[in-house]
């Protein structure tokens, strides 16, 4: 599977693991598919948005910048798991006929495919999307996904073993989406100095 150019796989496995991740995605966040905009459009009331540098500047001009948003990303992760558990990554990718079908794969060791989602993207435009995951993961060993999520150039979510929480980083901050209220508050609260200032909380 790994000699394929895209990011596509040939169906939804039928692996224990993959099923239960399904069953425990589904009862926290059905209907969305494991991508960030999904999740902001079906959830609104568990979202919120951190931006990754001062004043919503979108991408690193230097390596000052990228120090800044990793500061950022880790400090999220580290308000949504104090305790550090291992985490599992979810990576979203396309066939080899998208231009950049097959880069989110690559980038994650231990990929297992997961689920396939046939729907519209938010232009409208039908699409398949396939969806990796990795088990397992130290937050630690994150930080290299984390600069390619910070320059567009991976697409993955990070989520706990219970699902209880999103984090999802993109070129220009994370959203992040938490099953609890309280909670939620709670997140938002600590990391206040860095949510956006736009009404819509884009």
Excluded at 106 to 129: K, N, Q, V, Y
Excluded at 139 to 156: E, I, Y
Excluded at 173 to 186: H, T
Aim: glycine share 10%; hydrophobic share 40%.
């Amino acid at each position: 599977m790994d000699d394929r150019h895209g990011g596509d796989f040939d169906g939804p496995p039928s692996d224990p693991r993959a099923t239960e991740r399904s069953r425990l995605w589904d009862a926290a966040w059905a209907p969305s598919d494991p991508s960030g905009p999904d999740l902001r459009r079906d959830h609104p009331d568990r979202w919120v948005r951190f931006w990754s540098l001062p004043d919503g500047r979108r991408l690193p001009e230097g390596d000052a910048d990228m120090a800044v948003i990793l500061h950022r990303y880790r400090t999220v992760l580290e308000v949504l798991n104090p305790e550090r558990a291992a985490l599992t990554v979810v990576g979203a990718d396309w066939g080899p006929l998208d231009g950049v079908g097959g880069w989110t794969r690559r980038h994650l060791p231990g990929r297992r495919p997961w689920r396939i989602s046939s729907l519209a993207d938010d232009g409208g435009t039908p699409g398949t999307t396939f969806f990796w995951a990795s088990e397992g993961v130290a937050t630690d060993d994150l930080d290299d996904l984390l600069r390619l999520a910070a320059v567009d150039a991976a697409h993955v979510i990070v989520v706990p073993p219970d699902m209880s929480w999103v984090f999802a980083p993109y070129d220009g901050g994370v959203d992040v989406l938490v099953i609890d209220s309280d909670s939620r508050g709670a997140v938002r609260e600590s990391l206040a100095p860095w949510l956006s200032t736009h009404p819509d909380g884009l």
